[in-house]
């Protein structure tokens, strides 16, 4: 499995933007799915996204559509979520997890092999 690691989170201001980093050690990283997930104090974990091995289809939950957008660069070994016009609500740890196939499915700790540490994000005035 790999070794992820995140980075970039921070505080923004409501309407601002951040890129969030998931750097991967290991050389099958072109081989999974990649899943961005966030946790808000007091709430459940939540699927934000996905992206497919070879970075051809991306799947985002509702309340992010249009407003984050996922990248790989397979060659980095990293996957990217830009995140733009940010809502007090969009508040969390924001994880990266490395998918058990080369396809997204269900956003659940089930679909995943492998996680990263966590990085905050924090969107407030």
């Known amino acids: 499995q790999l070794q992820l690691v995140e980075s970039g989170g921070t505080l923004v201001q409501p309407g601002g933007s951040l890129r969030l980093s998931c750097a991967a050690s290991?050389?099958?990283?072109?081989?999974?799915?990649i899943y961005w997930f966030r946790q808000a104090p007091g709430k459940e974990r939540e699927g934000v996204s996905c992206?497919?091995?070879?970075?051809?289809?991306?799947y985002y939950t509702d309340s992010v559509k249009g407003r984050f957008t996922i990248s790989r660069i397979n060659a980095k070994n990293t996957v990217y979520l830009q995140m733009n016009s940010l809502k007090p609500e969009d508040t969390a740890v924001y994880s990266c997890?490395?998918?058990?196939?080369?396809?997204?499915?269900?956003?659940?700790?089930?679909?995943?092999?492998?996680w990263g540490q966590g990085t905050q994000v924090t969107v407030s005035s």
């Open positions: 997890a490395q998918g058990r196939t080369s396809r997204c499915s269900t956003y659940a700790v089930s679909s995943t092999a492998a």
């Open positions: 290991g050389s099958t990283f072109d081989n999974y799915a």
């Open positions: 992206i497919t091995s070879g970075g051809g289809n991306t």
